[in-house]
């Protein structure tokens, strides 16, 4: 008999257009992982508040985001997309959660003190504290067995495993304890070279890039400061340029490296060829983006085809939880 699939759950903020970091971060490990698994994956549109209070409008950052989404090759037939907010049971398991867990214990979350301070926040909001608590929510909702993530994203990995088991103890078995199931590729590094990819940073080349724009933000990509002129060997450990060829040239990085340290490969035909590479990856992923941001009627089914199928499945937990807590 055929085992039934694990779950995943996977999330992300919808922050607009998606950028190559997000791409070789997260999407490409969703798209590998569509078969082996059943996955749910979710535009966490609350979340979002906590960082981006000055959108134009959260509801096309969402649909851009899901977009990309499509255009790299995640399958709405196999697994339902959907926005938090349209769920309410998000909202109704949170609060539930909330009960579960100490305020001290919010208190030490690293992943939310390293956003306010990366951010400058000064008045820290119940949003930020509680993050972890609504994330928990949404994982264990569709009783997410795993989490696709980035290093970062673990300590609330972790406090939703403790949520899990502190209900299960309490109330009775309902949740499973999911785990984090980590990114293979570290994050790409942004065109500044400072800091990750990232929009507020403003350092990203994007999915929606086309060729001539991802040329001009490479010219003015850092490399080696050390290789001032064409022939100055140079050191690839320390070049942006680099770290990028080793995804997108996968193929030929000896090559560059003995180039870049000899000095017979100068700094510009280096970047060259790296946006070419870097374009014609994202060539296919474009052309699907264009279907898509013409056929804009067809994305909006999708989003309630998944927000559909997603809270059938968001309804039954509750219906379970609210059983086992004898709310009536
Ligand atoms: N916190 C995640 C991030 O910033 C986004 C997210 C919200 C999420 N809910 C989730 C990720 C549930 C995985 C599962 O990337």
Known sequence: MESKKKRILSGMRPTGKLHIGHYVGALENWINLQQEYENYHLIADYHVLTTNLNSDSIYQDSIDMLIDWLASGLDPVISPMFRQSQIKEHTELHLIFSMLVTVNRLERNPTVKDQVRDLNIENVIYGHLGYPVLQAADILLYKGDLVPVGEDQVPHIEITREIARKFNNQYGVVFPEPEPK????????????????????????????????????????????????????????????????KKFTPNEIPEIEAGCRSGALGCVDCKMKCSANISSFISPILEKRKYYESHQDEVKNILADGEARAKKVAQATMQEVREKMKLG
């Open 182 to 245: 980590l990114t293979a590729f570290a994050r790409l590094s942004g065109l500044d070279g400072d800091a990750k990819m990232s929009k507020s940073l403003g350092n990203t080349i994007l999915l929606s890039d086309d060729e001539e724009t991802i040329k001009t933000k490479l010219k003015k990509a850092k490399t080696d400061p050390q290789k001032m002129r064409k022939n100055d060997p140079g050191r690839p450990e320390v070049c942006l340029v680099f770290s990028y060829h």
